[in-house]
Every structure is written in structure tokens, then in C-alpha cells.
């Protein structure tokens, strides 16, 4: 099946520090990526969604100068949390979606813990 | 508003039988997707239904009714590691998964 990995699977920063999180497609091209937030006992909250070479959809309520979203090339996407503060520590998960218009593969998510 | 519910939890015994439902109220529809979900971890991929009728995987059943925006997960011979969350998803008419809140699913020996 397909593989989706991201990195860092967990990052501890200090207050107003950025952090970078890479979602890859390792074995098919992803023309869609996904990502969301998770908080504890809660579902999935879609933040955004990118297509390669196009700028980021975000859903209502993402600051999409707070999160920003780069879909440079078919297998990779990034997520930069800038100026992170302790309310955006979460759990962000990442999926992609190939030329298969049904299924997204997850990523193993992103755990965020700010200080 | 788009809208989909499911159990918040249920408790079942290991070797039974568990059913967890969801309905769903969304505009448009391009398939329903349930989802298991370990505590820390990302979903996985349990099933994709698009037409009405019953999908068996092994010991995942998942059942479709469009008419009734229903669907269930059904669960035979529990085993202590199906203890998880359950989502239930549905793609929308623009493509756009709406996703359910989970259904924690406790097995007890």
C-alpha cells in the first residue's frame, strides 16, 4: 500500500520558535495533501488542503500566516507552525492523495508540544 | 450544516460482536470511510463504501444505506488490540472528507 511518513514524529520548542514539519509520499504521487490538527479526545480537524504547485486552501479559522503550507513538489509538503505558542500544541497529521480519488494515506502524525 | 454522528463510546467483550453506527447529513456524497484510530496514532484505513449494500473485509463488516444516510462498522471476534477509535468520514459533493467525532471502542476481557 501506500506509504506516508512525516518528521519529526514529535518536537518540544520553546514559546515564539517556528517549527517545520515534512509530510512525504514515499512510494506515489500525491497531487493533494491534507493536513490536520488533532487535540486530545477529539477528531480530526482539517486545516488545509494543497495542491502541488498551488497555494494552500485553508479551512475557516486556520491563520494561514501562522500556519504555513508549501507543496513544492508531487512527494512533499511542509508545514510551518511560526511563532508557535502553547495553545497550537497538537497532534498534526498529515495525508495524501494520488491519482485514486477515494483514499487518503495518513501520515503517523506530528506530535507538538510548546512550552 | 454537514453533520455526522456516532457513538461517543461503547464497551464490548473480546470474542463478541460490536456494531457502531453513524449517520450522516452532508452535501452531496462520494463515499463513506471508516477509520481505525490507535490512541497517539494516525487513522488507518478500514473501509470505503460508495453503493448500498454490506462490504466484508475479514472480521470488518461495513454496511451502507444512502436513502437513510446510514452506515455501521460491524466487528466480530473481538480482539483485545480492536480496542480504538472508530471515525466515520464522508466525501462531500466538492470531494471534501467530513469527518465524525469517533467512537471509542473499549474491549474487556
Known amino acids: 500500500g501506500a506509504v506516508v511518513s512525516q518528521h519529526p514524529s514529535w518536537v518540544i520548542c520553546k514559546s515564539g520558535t517556528s517549527v517545520k514539519i515534512e509530510c512525504r509520499s514515499l512510494d506515489f504521487q500525491a497531487t493533494t495533501m491534507f493536513w490536520y490538527r488533532q487535540f486530545p479526545k477529539q477528531s480530526l480537524m482539517l486545516m488545509a488542503t494543497s495542491n502541488e504547485g498551488s497555494k494552500a486552501t485553508y479551512e475557516q479559522g486556520v491563520e494561514k500566516d501562522k500556519f504555513l503550507i508549501n507543496h513544492a513538489s508531487l512527494t512533499l509538503s511542509t508545514l510551518t507552525v511560526t511563532s508557535a505558542h502553547p495553545e497550537d500544541s497538537s497532534f498534526y497529521i498529515c495525508s495524501a492523495r494520488g491519482t485514486s480519488d477515494y483514499e487518503q494515506f495518513f501520515g503517523p502524525g506530528t506530535r507538538l508540544t510548546v512550552l | 450544516g454537514q453533520n455526522i454522528d456516532q457513538p461517543t463510546e461503547m464497551t464490548a467483550t473480546e470474542g463478541a460482536i460490536v456494531q457502531i453506527n453513524c449517520t450522516y447529513q452532508?452535501?452531496?456524497?462520494?463515499?463513506l470511510f471508516w477509520y481505525q484510530q490507535h490512541a497517539g496514532e494516525a487513522p488507518t484505513f478500514l473501509s470505503y463504501n460508495v453503493l448500498d449494500g454490506l462490504e466484508e473485509k475479514g472480521r470488518f463488516s461495513s454496511f451502507l444505506s444512502r436513502s437513510k444516510g446510514y452506515s455501521y462498522l460491524l466487528l466480530k471476534e473481538l480482539q483485545m488490540k480492536d480496542s480504538a477509535s472508530y471515525l466515520c468520514?464522508?466525501?462531500?459533493?466538492?470531494?471534501?472528507?467530513?469527518w465524525g467525532a469517533g467512537t471509542k471502542l473499549i474491549i474487556k476481557p
Open positions: 452532508t452535501s452531496g456524497f462520494n463515499g
Open positions: 468520514a464522508v466525501k462531500d459533493s466538492n470531494y471534501q472528507l467530513i
